[in-house]
């Protein structure tokens, strides 16, 4: 035993020596990682050390990581909405001013050195490209999601909630089980087949082999954005974890290459159907990628690679941040049994009929859904927050953001900022029904993006988390304690213990 703790402590050792070493190498280069000896001049967070700043703060598991961005959070608020932090020579500025992250979000639309770490897959997706690139694309794309595109899809999220409701009947009566492994399928599924239109061959490749290659790349990425050292990229090819992440890129790559070519191919089949953006026929159902091919052809724009980044994007955005946000609202809906019964109430008296499908008119009304949707965003932040480059001075209220540095804009920190009042720490679904209790300020709740650079996709995810809420609540009294959640950060939050829900049938 003793020879295997030193062993342990020998490797530990080492790995610090390296990581000291890299740093002080980036410090005395022209590495990109920004202005490292410059005096300080922000409010800094505690606990930097020489050369490596807040670097070794980072280790850990990632309940650690979660628990480290929620003691940023609020010492940020604490400290007036704006800390820096270094990441060796590297300055990160955490912002949970609401004002500020609007001045941000706006002046800087380049995303952070973080994001490109994923440039292999979705380089030019509307997630991680270039502002350029990101302009042209999104007023091209601002047409295939549309409030009429995606109104379209209403019927074929309904059948998929549908086998979701049905899914779930085997957990009945059988006590606490974990929510989420139900929620990835039904919610890729939903997704692959409203952005790719699969046949249930090709389905079933998404189902199995896509999501795995994901999720392993996914926590590739974590691993490295974890590891301050393998930010260097010399550093990084050369390592193990690189050659994983190829094999990962390329295998999903390959997939969703092959997913286009088969639809091209039918398209030169059969005669091209016409899709009219203003007058899209009610329940006429065509994917997102369809979409997207008939724009490239209609602008001359969109590459095959391009439309490819743009699905694994969406693909990537849906399929976790819908899932984590999903999550968290049962959860909150089994721990709290007045809100269970107004929804119930809410959803009956809209749709009485159990057998109906919920419409687009219906999902217009389901107003406290809506509110208890935007309630669990803002208590427990699926997604804490998002990253931006500053490639140039950016002045905000109180301070001066330097070029070169990185800002990261806590969308958790603004949801427990001061303007929400003395009961911002208590879930309150009512408080959306009602504009008096509020904040004034506009950008009070960002979880979809501020300023020009937000979410596309955001009426999808609101029309798809109705509908599930919906017939979820309809057909099952969840049961949770929501107190007892523990979470890890893995680009959004997840429970570590999934065994937190209850379900019982209605019928």
């Known amino acids: 035993m003793g020879i295997f703790v030193m062993r342990a402590q020998i490797v530990f050792d080492l790995r610090m020596f390296v990581i000291t070493l890299v740093l002080i190498l980036a410090c005395c280069s022209s590495s990109g990682f920004g202005r490292g000896n410059e005096k300080i001049d922000h409010l800094p967070f505690p606990g930097a050390l020489p050369l490596i700043g807040h670097g070794h703060q980072l280790f850990g598991n990632r309940k650690h990581l979660w628990k480290y961005m929620r003691q940023l959070c609020f010492y940020s608020l604490e400290k007036g909405g704006v800390l820096e932090m270094w990441l060796g020579p590297h300055s990160v500025y955490i ?80 006590g606490p089980f974990d929510m989420r492994r139900y929620l990835i399928k039904f919610t890729l599924k939903t997704v692959s087949r409203t952005s790719l239109g699969l046949d249930a061959e090709d389905q079933a490749v998404i189902d199995e082999t896509y999501v795995h290659a994901f999720e392993s790349l996914l926590q590739v990425y974590l691993e490295r954005i974890q590891k301050v050292y393998l930010h260097l990229s010399w550093i990084y090819d050369r390592t193990q974890l690189k050659k994983k992440q190829d094999h990962l890129t390329n295998m999903l790559i390959n997939i ?24 899209v026929k009610p329940g006429k159902f065509s994917c997102l990628l369809e979409h997207l091919l008939q724009l490239a052809e209609d602008h001359n724009m969109l590459s095959d690679e391009e439309i490819r980044q743009h699905l694994d994007s969406f693909v990537m955005a849906a399929y976790d941040t819908t899932t984590g946000t999903l999550m968290h609202v049962f959860l909150a809906i089994g721990s709290y049994p007045e809100v269970q019964k107004k929804i119930l109430a809410e959803v009956q008296q809209i749709q009485p009929n159990n057998n109906e499908n919920i419409s687009k008119y219906d999902l217009a009304k389901l107003q406290y859904v809506e509110a208890v949707i935007k309630e669990t965003l803002r208590v427990y932040a699926p997604l804490p927050g998002i990253a931006r480059k500053i490639e140039k001075d950016v002045k905000l209220k109180n301070y001066t953001l330097r070029a070169g540095s990185t800002c990261v804009m806590k969308f958790y920190g603004v949801s427990y900022h001061s303007m929400w009042g003395p009961d911002r720490n208590e879930f309150k679904p009512e408080r959306w029904l009602d504009p008096a209790k509020l904040p004034a300020n506009p950008n009070a709740f960002c979880y979809f993006g501020v300023g020009k650079r937000n979410c596309i996709g955001k009426q999808f995810a609101m029309a798809l988390m109705k509908i599930v809420i919906a017939y979820v609540v309809r057909n099952y009294h969840l049961e949770s304690d929501i107190s007892k959640l523990e979470s890890e950060y893995e680009v959004v939050l997840k429970p570590i213990s999934g065994d937190l829900l209850s379900l019982t049938s209605r019928s």
């Open 95 to 174: 912002l949970t001013d609401p004002d500020d992250i609007l001045t941000v979000s706006n002046t800087c639309l380049n995303k952070s050195y973080f994001y490109e770490f994923t440039k292999d897959y979705v380089q030019n997706g509307l997630i991680t490209s270039e502002a350029s690139i990101w302009k042209n694309h999104r007023k091209l794309l601002n047409m295939a999601f549309s409030q009429r595109i995606i109104d379209t899809f209403i019927d074929e999220m309904n059948t998929q909630t549908r086998e979701l409701v049905t899914n779930l009947y085997s957990q009945v009566d059988k």
């Open 256 to 279: 969703m290459d092959s997913v286009i070519a088969k639809r091209k191919s039918e398209r030169k089949n059969k005669k091209r159907e016409f899709i009219e953006y203003d007058a």
